[in-house]
């Protein structure tokens, strides 16, 4: 905020004296990610607290790692949430992504690279017939989207099945052309001893696109006006079909990415892989501040709620508990959020 | 204002009313007319030979009841459906529009009841939605604010803030964000759809307030609503629609609110409706009288007969 350039020649009390009320944290209270930072912040201190190895730079590291792989896919389903819409099939979408890559590749032998364009081609078509059923038969998503989570979960497993004759895709490690790719996809590096994956530069990276698309640009203007109100935003010119078809496949085009990731990382894939992984994507972006009811929340946000969800999967590991809590507390990680994020939206718009 | 005449209404005239002067120089070409339209949907006739204008700096109010043909009327002038029958000037020339979008571009805009608006984004977004001012790739933020800011300060909105949810706002300041967005992007005539019908007594007097300003920023208002109390101080003319057809057609000296609100209530339907509820006896016997003495101060009997030149 550099407006004061302008005081010199301003005339003086611009400001309206009806605004004055509003704090600063109010204001900060009013942004969609506010709940989110509170409890980020509250699970790091606790698990500072209560895990030692918790406070290691380097375990944070991983804890940043499982973040991304999350993060990732949940950036581009919080923009689809806000647009008003969801994806259910976007967990197993990751994995037919990955498994249609190596299978391609490994079965006619070619570049990995060719594996990989074949994969991001399927991946948007998964998201182009996602969209279009949605607009075009007005059933929700959440059904759609649905069948298309059986759909894909069930070709993943007999394809593989049928193709290999196991429940994994080949190696694709001796393959040409592989080695280019891990280091696209995979990559990591060692700064002052700490392990950095690139999955987790390219989440944040992402993280701020989206930021930038929902916030200064026309699309992300329709963006939220297609999730908060489709029927006054068509009749005043917005391209209300063509931004939801649009947040599909971006949620494709993010899966494909995800999926490569994966591959490139363990050179294989289990074809019953990613099954859940879509609840989680919602989890954080509503924990993230994401309206189930479309035209509200941020992408900053939905980043946090992975970073919430990457410190409790790691942090659990940390303090010594039974892994087997964890899904205990993602439950009750959701609902405290959503209580959290409805009382201060009520909060900050009381205070309006 | 125009001095109150006794005059009574001069009946039904189908013809279109006299080229008044107009207010302001576009040579009294009106900038919408319609002549002789009609409107066949099948065998339902919607509307049925209407006539109505309206020119720069004119309010022209259609009123009528419900299913009295007041959607089909703003449809039709809206682009979205074509007069089966009849004639349509823009500015004198005929037009046949096929989208709202071309009327839009001759600079007929339309604020609908329901509004237009997506009530979680802020003001300014809303201002924008579907025109955002662009620098490159990015949207010209701080130019759209100002610009929001200017133009409903120019309407007499003094906004506290034009990045609050547009949904924080009254019912009758987000239709006048809605009209002020109308006029900023070049809108010659507004087509307002029954703009106060869901608002109380003090916003539907800010509606009509900016009614008037549009009005005084020279552009031609159609103002449809079913309250006569509401069109008369605004409008200098006034279309009556009952079953489709048109049942008077003033410029406003020619008529008295009370003979608007009589004409308006159908005169004749309420006075046989008193007579049927009469006859229901009972309670429905007592509502029909007091319905029975209401038509009778309003002056207005039969409509039909136009012996009404007794009313006060």
Known sequence: MTQTAEAPVAPPPRADERVGRKSPLARILARPEAGAIAGAIIIYIFFFIIAPPFRN????????????????????????????????????AVTSSALCASLFSYEFTT??????????????????INGWLVIRTGIPSFLITLGMFFMLQGLNIALTQTITNQVSSPDISTLQGFNSAREV?????????????????????????????????????????????????????????????????????????TGMHTLFLFNTIQSGQGIGNEFVYIIAAVVGGCLLTGGYGSAVGAAIGALIFGMVNQGIVYAGWNPDWFQFFVGALLLGAILLNTYIRRRAEASI | ????????????????????????????????KLIN??????????????????????????????????????????????PSSGTYEVEGAPVSFSSPREALERGIATVYQDLAVVALMPVWRNFFLGNEVRKGFRMDIAAMKK????ELLAMGIDLRDVDQPIGTLSGGERQCVAISRAVHFGAKVLILDEPTAALGVKQSGVVLKYIIQARERGL???????????????????????????????????????????????????????????SAGGAAAEIGRELEEDVTELGISQPTTTTESDAR
């Open chain 1, 57 to 92: 730079a380097s375990s944070f590291s991983s804890v940043l790692y499982v973040t991304s792989t999350y993060g990732l896919m949940a950036t581009p389903i919080a923009l689809l949430m806000i647009g008003g819409e969801f994806d259910l099939s976007a967990g197993v």
């Open chain 1, 111 to 128: 570049n990995a690279w060719v594996g990989v364009l074949v994969a991001l081609a399927l991946s948007l078509l998964i998201g182009f």
């Open chain 1, 185 to 257: 996809f995979s990559a990591s590096w060692t700064i002052g001893g700490v392990n950095i994956r690139t999955s987790v530069v390219y989440w944040i990276v992402f993280v701020i696109i989206a930021t930038y698309i929902l916030l200064r640009t026309r699309i992300g203007n329709w963006i939220f006006s297609a999730g908060g109100n489709p029927v006054s935003a068509r009749a005043v010119g917005v391209p209300v079909a063509k931004v939801k078809i649009g947040l599909f496949m971006a949620v494709g085009f993010m899966a494909w990415f």
């Open chain 2, 1 to 32: 204002m125009s001095t109150p005449q006794n005059t009574p209404p001069a009946g039904k005239h189908h013809a279109p009313p006299d080229p008044s002067p107009a207010r302001d120089g576009n040579g009294g070409v009106p900038l919408v």
């Open chain 2, 37 to 82: 339209a009609g409107k066949r949907y099948g065998a339902v006739i919607a509307l049925h030979d209407i006539n109505m204008e309206v020119g720069a700096g004119e309010v022209t109010c259609v009123l009528g009841d419900n299913g009295a043909g007041k959607s089909t009327l703003i449809k039709i002038i809206a682009g979205l459906h074509q």
């Open chain 2, 147 to 150: 610009m929001c800011k200017d």
């Open chain 2, 220 to 278: 031609g208002v159609i103002f449809i609503t079913h309250n006569p109390h509401h069109a008369y101080p605004v409008g200098d003319r006034f279309l009556l629609l009952n079953r489709g057809a048109s049942i008077g057609n003033y410029d406003k000296n020619q008529v008295t609110r009370d003979e608007l609100t009589g004409l308006m209530a159908g005169g004749a339907e309420l006075e046989q409706l008193s007579h049927e509820l009469e």
